[in-house]
């Protein structure tokens, strides 16, 4: 059974550009949410994607937005990057549908937007 | 306002003693609470629930308690092993927020469990 992975694992950008972050789902599971670690924090809920549509959401811009992919792959992207989003997102899978119960994590992506 | 909160940022407990990991909440609709356990450089790890029509629940070395009046629970390890050091985060939903995925987390305590 393959766990969720996420890449990149570590990137850096610059005020003002875009970002793509990614995540591979477990295995089985069509659910997927993404949360922001910052340092010192615990995750925060961004966005929940169930069946290729946002199902959920936390309370970030709009500038935050994300894909469902049919095969349950997720991207978040990120525009106009500010200094305060540096963090690491990490994505999360579940079976249940649609609901948080048991999420099972990736490590993270760490951001650094200087 | 924080609606989870933890808050002692760290413990530190001698191996084969029990360990006791606290945590508070504000929101009375909260309904369903969770442990994760994390490790440097990984995600978090499901550890053990409890519903909120329960007031204990027990996984082996880990057991949860829910005093709901309180608004309070808590994590018992017994006994604690060195390979349980690590960042212990509590997290909560209602049953709207459960039915979009949202999980309310603490900030996180970081065990110590010295040999």
């Known amino acids: 059974e393959t766990g969720v992975t996420q890449s990149p694992t570590h990137l850096i950008k610059t005020r003002g550009q875009q970002v793509t972050l990614r995540c591979s789902s477990q295995?089985?599971?069509?659910?997927v949410s993404w949360y922001q670690q910052a340092l010192g924090q615990g995750p925060q809920f961004i966005f929940q994607y169930y069946r290729e549509e946002e199902n959920g959401r936390g309370n970030f811009p709009p500038r935050f937005s994300g894909l469902q992919f049919p095969n349950y792959s997720s991207e978040l992207n990120v525009n106009a990057l500010e200094l305060d989003d540096s963090a690491l997102y990490l994505c999360a899978s579940s079976s249940r549908l649609p609901g948080a119960g048991e999420l099972f994590f990736g490590e993270g992506s760490r951001l650094t937007v200087l | 306002d924080q609606q989870v909160k933890q808050n002692s940022p760290s413990l530190s407990v001698q191996e084969g003693r029990i360990s006791i990991l606290n945590c508070d909440y504000t929101?009375?609709?909260?309904?369903?609470f969770l442990w994760y356990k994390k490790y440097p450089a990984e995600g978090p790890t499901f550890l053990i629930s409890i519903s909120s029509i329960k007031d204990k629940n027990e996984d082996g070395r880990f057991t949860v308690f829910l005093n709901k009046s309180a608004k309070h629970l808590s994590l018992h390890i017994v006994p604690s092993q060195p390979g349980d050091s690590a960042v212990y985060f509590c997290?909560?939903?209602?049953?709207?927020?459960?039915?979009?995925?949202?999980?309310?987390f603490g900030k996180g305590t970081k065990l110590s469990v010295k040999p």
């Open positions: 997290a909560a939903s209602d049953l709207y927020g459960g039915s979009q995925g949202n999980l309310i």
């Open positions: 929101n009375s609709m909260f309904d369903y």
């Open positions: 295995s089985g599971h069509n659910t």
